[in-house]
């Protein structure tokens, strides 16, 4: 296979506050470490992906899904020999922003904030790894290099428009040093579609076990109904909850074939030579082929209907909704208990959106109980 070693982000410009090299990582590693070790990292432990924290333990937490991504996108990058510790280090950061309750608390959050810039969990990342992870005595935030903050920032495509940007995030730091209207490295661009490889598969193999649907009705789709019947020889009626491990690896596997094929094709085609053919191409160079962005769209859809809208997940959404609204309205009213000084006076609106997008399920479950 070609070498596209000559495309991928191996050098770090800079980071925003200058530090000395590390002696024996590289840049992406360094990155890849500071969000390990950050506090919001292992908050998402406690944080929903589909399912309340509370409701079990063998579901998808917002962790183990980050965890999943990082590796699937790190197989990516590291077979087209691009930067594999990029792709790991954007994979493990892209959810920390994420709020209690996944996109019901987010949903929430925003309405909360609709007249004072609003919530978004992709900016939050940034607002985290910027400013909110204090612990360093030169600098706020983790210093991440450029790239990595630049493939946080657009890794679902161009910024457009930075009204949100400027509002959440500021733009003193960012100006000169982030192309906002240009496409970001395929590192990037491979971290956001293993995002979407990873939960389409997961949140099937936890929505049945949680005997939301069925694999008699996950096999009604045919991209499903093929797999099944190549493992037909080896099932039997002791085996069918490893049949469902099954179908998901194989699942995964045959999408990241795809993917990478149709990348390929798509580096060719649009005769890309140089990091900046890629910043150039307003398209992302990341991407399934068209029969495989149709089995994506019907396996959305699928789960849309049979998980996403079931009824009792609306229910938990619902209260966690709630919940948030509810913890938003007394910490306003009463911010000083919750709040520092220093945040009072800068944005109080704002440190309130940090306080609550940073809790997890459990706590601000327990919290809202004593309000």
């Not at 906002?180 to 995002?195: H, T, W, Y």
């Not at 009705?217 to 039997?236: A, G, V």
């Amino acid at each position: 296979m070609k070498n596209y070693s000559k495309l991928g982000l191996f050098k770090s410009k800079e980071r925003i506050f200058k530090e000395p090299n590390s002696l024996y990582r590289s840049p992406f590693q360094r990155d890849r470490d500071r969000i390990i070790h950050s506090a919001s990292f292992r908050r998402l432990k406690h944080k929903t992906q589909v399912f309340v924290n509370t409701e079990g333990d063998h579901y998808r937490t917002r962790i183990t899904h980050s965890i999943e991504v990082a590796q699937i996108a790190r197989s990516i990058a590291k077979h087209l020999n691009l930067n594999d510790d990029l792709a790991e280090t954007l994979s493990l950061a892209h959810d920390l922003g994420h709020t209690p309750f996944g996109h019901a608390g987010e949903d929430s959050l925003n309405e909360c904030m609709v007249n004072y810039g609003g919530f978004d969990h992709n900016l939050q990342t940034l607002r985290i790894v910027m400013f909110l992870e204090n612990k360093y005595l030169k600098f706020k935030g983790l210093n991440l290099t450029i790239e990595t903050i630049d493939g946080l920032l657009k890794h679902n495509g161009p910024i457009k428009d930075l009204s949100l940007v400027k509002e959440l995030i500021g733009l003193n730091y960012l100006n000169n040093k982030i192309k906002f209207k240009q496409s970001a490295s395929l590192e990037a661009q491979i971290s956001a579609i293993s995002d979407d490889i990873a939960y389409n598969n997961h949140d099937i193999q936890d929505g049945i076990k949680a005997k939301m649907f069925t694999l008699d009705q996950l096999i009604e789709i045919n991209f499903f109904k093929d797999i099944y019947k190549s493992h037909k020889k080896n099932m039997n009626k002791n085996n069918r909850e490893i049949l469902i491990y099954q179908i998901i690896r194989d699942s995964i596997d045959l999408m990241v074939k795809d993917l990478i094929k149709n990348t390929i094709n798509n580096l060719e085609k649009n005769k890309i030579k140089s990091l900046n053919d890629i910043y150039k191409n307003q398209k992302p160079i990341v991407c399934f082929s068209s029969k495989y962005l149709a089995i994506e769209r019907e396996i959305k859809f699928f789960l849309r209907k049979n998980m996403y809208n079931n009824k009792n997940v609306l229910t938990k959404n619902n209260k966690g909704k709630k919940i948030i609204k509810d913890l938003f309205m007394f910490i306003k009213k009463k911010p000083n208990r919750f709040l520092t000084k220093d945040n009072l006076k800068k944005n109080k609106l704002r440190s309130i959106a940090d306080f609550i997008s940073g809790m997890t399920d459990r706590f601000a479950i327990n919290l809202h109980k004593n309000i």
